[in-house]
């Protein structure tokens, strides 16, 4: 294995989706097989939760509670994540047993999720590209999910305001501390979005050349702002249209990442095939992007080799030689071309 990493030995599962209680040693390469239903893409779930305290599923973190109780708990090695969801929902984060705040927690483990619903970062929803975004970007830079936190505050309490203007329960010059706080804290957010998508976009092409076979083929993200005239300045003269939606309408909660391929917009003309290529270029984007000082993230693959031809897999392949992965599957003759592949079996309940 030719990668440096912090390398988890043990995940440890209690009352986590459908595990009453699991436990795994991980390998270099560790394949959980099983039949659809068995929960493998569930245990991939909790361990990218230690590393970002968000699941890359759900946003309800209720939901990841086993039915019938009122807590779950995920450890990977000396780092823990506990979930209660009655009587509220509570999420702590410990390392050593000591707790810490999320935004000191995320990014200890690093990690990269590729799963077949990655490719609706190109045509889903814009919350899922910001999403991405923001999860990769927090990885490495615990201060950025302090922003992102805190510019949520702000919003909320914006957009409360807005609400009471409309309301004729405030008046509009109430506004100018959140407004002023809410630009600050939009535009770094902004820039620091747009330099992460810079460096992105400088391994692109190379990338999907890789994948694709095609040496003339470019591929690039554009970062579209709600605000291209600056935030404060779309702010002041939209300030009459806000107070009637009742909410912030401009900022980076609203801005958007297209996906271009040969200066084309991929969501509109791109072929699935395309897809799975700008995909798979972009998860390995990702993935150097989180290599910091040789040390990298984990990466955890969700039944993605029935998906792809042989080619891809044999990138896939080529990919988990070079860091440690945990990877599910249906089908155990996927692995013959993985070297040194711990196999675990989960049966269906």
Not at 303 to 326: A, K, M, N, P
């Amino acid at each position: 294995m030719s990668y440096m990493s912090h390398m988890i030995k043990r995940i440890k599962l209690e009352n986590f989706r459908n595990h009453p209680k699991f436990e795994l040693e991980l390998a270099s390469v560790t394949a959980i097989i099983g039949k659809n239903g068995a929960g493998k893409s569930n245990v991939l779930e909790a361990i990218h939760l230690v590393s970002t305290c968000r699941s890359f599923r759900e946003d309800d973190k209720k939901n990841l509670v086993m039915i019938g109780n009122s807590f779950a708990r995920v450890r990977a090695d000396d780092l823990e994540v506990f979930i209660q969801s009655i009587p509220m929902l509570l999420v702590r984060s410990k390392e050593k047993g000591v707790s810490k705040k999320q935004s000191d927690f995320i990014g200890r483990v690093k990690s990269v999720i590729f799963s077949p619903e990655m490719i609706l970062l190109i045509n889903g929803s814009p919350r899922l590209r910001r999403r991405f975004l923001d999860i990769m970007i927090s990885q490495r830079e615990r201060h950025y999910l302090k922003e992102i936190m805190a510019f949520d505050k702000v919003r909320s309490e914006r957009n409360s305001l807005l609400q009471k203007i409309f309301d004729h329960h405030a008046q509009v010059d109430e506004l100018a501390f959140w407004t002023d706080e809410f630009v600050r804290l939009g535009r770094s957010i902004t820039e620091r979005r747009l330099a992460a998508i810079l460096e992105i976009n400088k391994r692109l092409s190379r990338l999907y050349q890789s994948v694709s076979g095609e040496s003339s083929d470019s591929f690039e993200i554009e970062y579209l702002r709600s605000a291209p005239e600056g935030l404060a300045e779309t702010i002041s003269q939209n300030i009459n249209r806000e107070i009637r939606a009742k909410r912030s309408l401009y900022g980076p909660h609203r801005d958007d990442l297209v996906f271009h391929l040969n200066d084309k917009i991929m969501a509109s003309f791109a072929s699935r095939g395309e897809c799975r290529s700008a995909i798979l270029a972009l998860k390995i984007a990702e993935l150097e992007f989180l290599t910091i000082d040789g040390e990298k993230p984990l990466l955890l693959l969700d039944d993605l080799f029935s998906e792809f031809d042989i080619e891809r897999r044999g990138h896939l392949s080529r990919l988990i030689s070079d860091y440690q992965t945990v990877l599910t599957t249906t089908d155990r003759s996927y692995l013959n071309d993985i070297k040194e592949c711990k196999v675990v079996e989960l049966e269906t309940e």
